[in-house]
C-alpha cells in the first residue's frame, strides 16, 4: 500500500485566518516533505522532515509552519497568507531520504488551497 | 541554466504512435533519476524508477546516460489513457531528500 492520505480536500480561506493542512502515512516510510504547486508548474519543495526533524526548508516564508508530530503525521500551519499563496499543496512521503532506493516518493492527492 | 530541463511539449500524438522525451540534468553528481506522470488537477504518479542501466516496464522503457547526463521514456503503443504531463525527476547526492523536477512535458494521444 503506498497511499499518502491529505485533509482537506479544498480549502478556502481569508488572509486573517489560521488553517491547518494534514498529511498521514502509514508505510513506515521516515521521510515527508511538503510541496506547492501552482498550475501548470511542476511541484516546488518547500519543507523535508527526515526521522521527525526539519532536514530543509526552503527559506519558505514564516507564514507557513510545519510541524512533525510523529513518523506518520505531517501538518503544514497557515497563518496570514496571501492570494498568491493560492496553489495545490503536496504532501509526499519516502522510505528513507538518504538514497540506496529508499528516496522514490509517494504523493498525497493534494490539498487544494484558495486564499481570498 | 536549469538544473533539470525536459523537452518542451506539448507532444499530441495518434493512438499507437511510438514516442520519447528526453530529460537532461546539469548535476553530474546526481545519483537517482525517476519519471511521474500527473493528470490533470491530480498528484504526481510515480511511473517508473531509472537506476544504472535503464529499465522496461510493458510499453514503457527508461534509459539513463550518465554520460551525456539525461535521461529517456518512451513510449509504445500509446493508449489514449497515456494523455498527461510527464515529469523528470532527479535526486542528487548532497541535500539528501531534495528532489529536482523537470517543468513536465504535456503529452496529448488522440484517437
Known amino acids: 500500500d503506498t497511499e499518502v492520505t491529505q485533509t482537506p480536500k479544498h480549502l478556502v480561506m481569508g488572509m486573517t485566518n489560521k488553517k491547518s493542512l494534514k498529511c498521514e502515512q502509514h508505510?513506515?516510510?521516515?521521510?515527508m516533505y511538503w510541496y506547492k504547486q501552482k498550475a501548470k508548474k511542476p511541484p516546488e519543495l518547500m519543507f523535508v522532515?527526515?526521522?521527525?526533524?526539519?532536514?530543509i526548508n526552503e527559506s519558505v516564508p514564516s507564514r507557513f509552519s510545519p510541524e512533525c508530530p510523529n513518523s506518520s503525521l505531517l501538518n503544514l500551519h497557515l497563518h496570514a497568507l496571501q492570494p498568491e499563496d493560492s496553489a495545490l499543496y503536496l504532501c509526499?512521503?519516502?522510505?528513507?531520504?538518504?538514497?540506496?532506493?529508499?528516496?522514490?516518493?509517494?504523493f498525497g492527492p493534494g490539498t487544494r488551497l484558495l486564499v481570498l | 541554466r536549469k538544473e533539470v530541463e525536459q523537452d518542451p511539449g506539448p507532444f499530441n500524438v495518434p493512438e499507437g504512435a511510438t514516442v520519447a522525451f528526453n530529460c537532461t540534468y546539469s548535476?553530474?553528481?546526481?545519483?537517482?533519476f525517476f519519471w511521474y506522470r500527473q493528470d490533470c488537477r491530480k498528484e504526481p504518479k510515480l511511473l517508473m524508477s531509472?537506476?544504472?542501466s535503464g529499465n522496461e516496464d510493458g510499453r514503457f522503457t527508461a534509459q539513463l546516460n550518465r554520460a551525456s547526463q539525461y535521461i529517456s521514456l518512451l513510449i509504445r503503443d500509446s493508449k489514449l489513457s497515456d494523455s498527461a504531463t510527464y515529469l523528470c525527476?532527479?535526486?542528487?547526492?548532497?541535500?539528501?531528500?531534495?528532489?529536482?523536477f523537470g517543468d513536465g512535458t504535456t503529452l496529448t494521444v488522440k484517437p
Open positions: 525527476v532527479v535526486n542528487g547526492n548532497t541535500n539528501a531528500g531534495k528532489s529536482t
Open positions: 508505510m513506515g516510510h521516515r521521510a
Open positions: 531509472v537506476y544504472s
Open positions: 548535476n553530474s553528481a546526481s545519483q537517482s
Open positions: 522532515y527526515s526521522y521527525e526533524k526539519l532536514s
Open positions: 509526499a512521503s519516502s522510505q528513507d531520504p538518504a538514497g540506496g532506493g529508499g528516496e522514490t516518493q509517494y
